[in-house]
């Protein structure tokens, strides 16, 4: 069983940064560092996007396109925490962000509560 917790949302003007971070409570007999971390964000009136996981060992992957170059995700096993890194906001980044956590490759068992970004222009 694992636990997230996101934080670090807010509200941003365009062309700011803002860092997410997800914390992560792991059940006893298995580590932070078992498991895939994936983030994704859901817009108002919008379907759920999925923009890039992170490995165990931290390799990140699959970002989705409107995100590469500006978003980075980075995970600290120690402090079982997993970043997403946000630069160059836009109002169209407005929307709650979720991590989401599994032991096998983009298959999520367990999701935090999100945390709200709003970009203003």
């Known amino acids: 069983q694992v636990e997230l917790a996101e934080s670090g949302g807010g509200l941003v003007q365009a062309g700011g940064s803002l860092r997410l971070s997800c914390v992560a409570s792991?059940?006893?007999?298995?580590?932070?560092?078992?498991?895939?971390v994936g983030w994704f964000r859901q817009a108002p009136g919008k379907e759920r996007e999925f923009l890039g996981v992170i490995t165990l060992l931290g390799g990140t992957l699959d970002y989705l396109d409107s995100v590469k170059g500006r978003f980075t995700i980075s995970r600290d096993n120690a402090k079982n925490t997993v970043y997403l890194q946000m630069n160059s906001l836009n109002p169209e980044d407005t929307a709650a962000y979720y991590c989401?956590?599994?032991?096998?490759?983009?298959?999520?068992?367990?999701w935090g509560q999100g945390t709200q970004v709003t970009v203003s222009s």
């Open positions: 989401a956590a599994g032991l096998k490759y983009r298959k999520y068992d367990f």
């Open positions: 792991v059940a006893s007999g298995r580590t932070f560092s078992s498991y895939f």
